[in-house]
């Protein structure tokens, strides 16, 4: 069983869609979770973390529910610049554990 | 801001050849670490480290070699490269002080024909 599970889309989605992705973990020891944005042929960027008790940044709204395993990625009134690949990242001890990422494409 | 750079974003070598990829941080951080990244199969970790002279296995080392002499720098070695290590590679660097965030390097490209 893989660490992390993620939906790989694609979702499309039009302008000023809400949209939300999860992402499962297997390990319930893992104490620090991350979603990334990468965009086509670049490197994987920082998100935003996920606390338990949940933490917005403008239009993203990141939760973590430890009782069920999973993260999860709520975007509002999305914009054509949120194209991209959002991947989940878990941390189990020393180890990063990536997801393969969700492809989000925003259509005008 | 982070830093993380990668010494080429192409690179095409010959099966057979031994391949360079070089990575360098300028933020002082202890951990450093080599992914590959391939469609469908995300990220997958070669080799990590978390001091100088000091090298882990990750989930794929296989056919794969690093060097860590200087804290700055963190080199990924390919000792006979092989088609099927034609893929994307990114280095990626954390601090103990946040230490699980990772900086990316802009990648590498490489293509063995």
């Known amino acids: 069983r893989k660490e992390v599970e993620q939906d790989p889309g694609p979702f499309n989605v039009p302008e000023g869609a809400t949209v939300a992705f999860n992402c499962t973990y297997s390990n319930s020891a893992s104490q620090s979770f991350f979603w990334y944005r990468q965009d086509c042929r670049k490197e994987p960027k920082l998100l935003m973390s996920v606390y338990s008790s949940g933490n917005e940044d403008g239009r993203f709204t990141a939760q973590l529910n430890r009782a069920s395993q999973y993260i999860s990625l709520l975007i509002r009134d999305s914009k054509l610049s949120d194209s991209a690949t959002y991947l989940c990242v878990v941390t189990t001890g020393n180890q990063f554990y990536f997801g393969t990422g969700t492809s989000l494409t925003v259509i005008p | 801001d982070v830093k993380v750079t990668q010494s080429s974003r192409y690179l095409v070598k010959r099966t057979g050849e031994k391949v360079f990829l070089e990575c360098v941080q300028d933020m002082d951080h202890e951990n450093m670490f080599w992914y590959r990244q391939d469609p469908g199969l995300g990220l997958r970790l070669i080799y990590f480290?978390?001091?100088?002279?000091?090298?882990e296995k990750g989930d794929i080392p296989e056919g794969y070699s690093v060097s860590r002499e200087k804290k700055e720098r963190f080199s990924l070695i390919l000792e006979s490269a092989s088609t099927n290590q034609t893929s994307m590679y990114l280095c990626?660097?954390?601090?103990?002080?946040?230490?699980?965030?990772?900086?990316f390097g802009a990648g590498t490209r490489l293509s063995v024909l």
């Open positions: 990626a660097s954390s601090g103990d002080k946040a230490k699980n965030i990772q900086y």
């Open positions: 480290s978390y001091d100088v002279k000091m090298k």
